[in-house]
């Protein structure tokens, strides 16, 4: 029987070490081990994967080093508590009521978590060619990017780059490089742009030097990249955003009501 390609190149060509990090990362991340429990002793853990005690260390270090795990060495591993975050986008997608915060710092506050933002870049760029699709702008045409990194509980979590089309965005606040009281979602709104539909492309990327450098990533873990564009009345796009958070740390929650 001939064996098919795939299979026979199906080989995991990584260091024993991040195997066995990527097995236990994956036990913690689905809950198998949960926060504040002991993962497998260093005796238990080499004869599971046939691993020398040095190698076994290699890998405990590496989840040590992502925050997934707390110990010292002679000492029981742990995981550490309330490492991985759920995100909601429904629960934030709307403009913040006036005299409220950001939707997603509120969000934050009904988990105890305390949000914040760095405003990093406003300039007029040429953007990446997937958000000069979707903003539907001429060949080597401009838009508005306002950067900034979220932060929760001083932690930088995700590196939010907005596109916005420089017709709605001229002459406007989003020009300044402040931020913007209520976030742009209730400037475009109060412009006559209110949001109506929002669409996510979610994918898991390779992080930028850039997206590891503003995340403080540990290593070369993925990054859940989204693209997500905000439509206003006639199907017109007046926002492009691309999104990138740490993918060991956090999943993504959507609920459907079947139509």
Known sequence: ???????????????????IAADLRDEIMSGDLRPGA????????KERFSASNATVQKALQLLKDEGLAVGRAGAAVTVREHRQRTMRPASYMAAAAPGDPYRWISEAASHQTRGSSRLLDVAE???????AEALRLPEDGLALLRAQALLMDDEPVELVKSYYPLELARGT?????????????ALLAE?????????????????TQEQYTVL?????????????VVYSDDERPI???VMAKAGHLYELRYEFTPS
């Open 1 to 19: 029987m001939t064996v098919p390609k795939a299979e026979q190149n199906a080989v995991d060509r990584r260091s024993l070490h991040e195997r």
């Open 173 to 185: 606040a989003m020009m300044d490089r402040r931020k913007i009281k209520g976030g742009t979602p």
């Open 125 to 131: 760029v040429r953007p990446p060619a997937d958000v």
């Open 216 to 228: 403080g990533l540990p290593g070369n873990l993925p990054v859940l990249r989204t693209l997500r």
């Open 38 to 45: 002991n993962l497998p002793s260093t005796a238990q853990l």
């Open 239 to 241: 926002e492009a955003t």
């Open 191 to 207: 412009l006559g742009y209110p949001p109506r539909l929002s669409v996510d492309k979610v994918s898991a990327r390779v992080p």
